[in-house]
């Protein structure tokens, strides 16, 4: 246990039973009345903001969370096996950790996943991927418009938009985030 003034922004803590993240934490003393430490956190598993004011010797429990690299294997079921790049022993994590950029997660590649004694409680992929095209439509000669894109379907089976100039094998430079294409990699 710790006390309220030990809490700095990025912390993980225990509050009511949930695994909270505090993204702000401001210590107030108005006027007459007592100080006091205002935070903002976010719950790790539903994502909803929560909104506290902790008295400045009041207990907090601040879990320790141990964030590491892994390297991505495969997909079993609802979960990916990753590996650590250390020690190689394999873990199972789940794939709604990861959000919506699983989809372009491909075999080898590194991601970041947090612990908290033994339990997996975030999971990041990298921010760009680079994916070959397996499919899109040819380009037309002189079909050079600014700014107009096509459908191309990328090696993980993910379907983004391109511009017109990309072609059958080029590999390209994916915004894992917003699935948004950035460059094509020479």
Do not use: W
């Not at 199972?92 to 997660?105: Q, R």
């Not at 612990?115 to 975030?122: G, L, N, V």
């Not at 511009?163 to 894992?176: E, Q």
């Amino acid at each position: 246990m710790a006390k309220a003034s030990e809490v700095k922004s990025g912390n993980i803590l225990r509050f009511n039973g949930e695994l909270v993240q505090v993204e702000e934490f401001l210590h107030r003393t108005p006027g007459n009345l007592r100080a006091f430490y205002q935070a903002r956190m976010r719950n790790i598993k539903s994502n909803k903001l929560v909104e506290y004011r902790f008295r400045t010797d009041e207990e907090v429990t601040i879990c320790r969370v141990e964030t590491n690299d892994y390297q991505y294997l495969y997909e079993d079921g609802d979960f990916l096996v990753v590996m650590d790049n250390t020690s190689f022993e394999q873990f199972n994590i789940p794939k709604a950790l990861f959000g919506d950029s699983v989809k372009f997660l491909k075999e080898g590649m590194n991601v970041i996943v947090a612990f908290e004694s033994e339990e997996p409680i975030m999971a990041q992929t990298p921010a760009h991927v680079e994916l070959e095209i397996t499919y899109t439509e040819p380009a037309v000669k002189g079909d050079t418009s600014t700014n107009a894109l096509k459908y191309a379907t990328v090696e993980t089976g993910v379907e983004i938009k391109v511009p017109l100039f990309v072609n059958h094998g080029d590999k390209v430079k994916v915004d894992t985030r917003t699935g948004d294409y950035i460059e094509r990699v020479k």
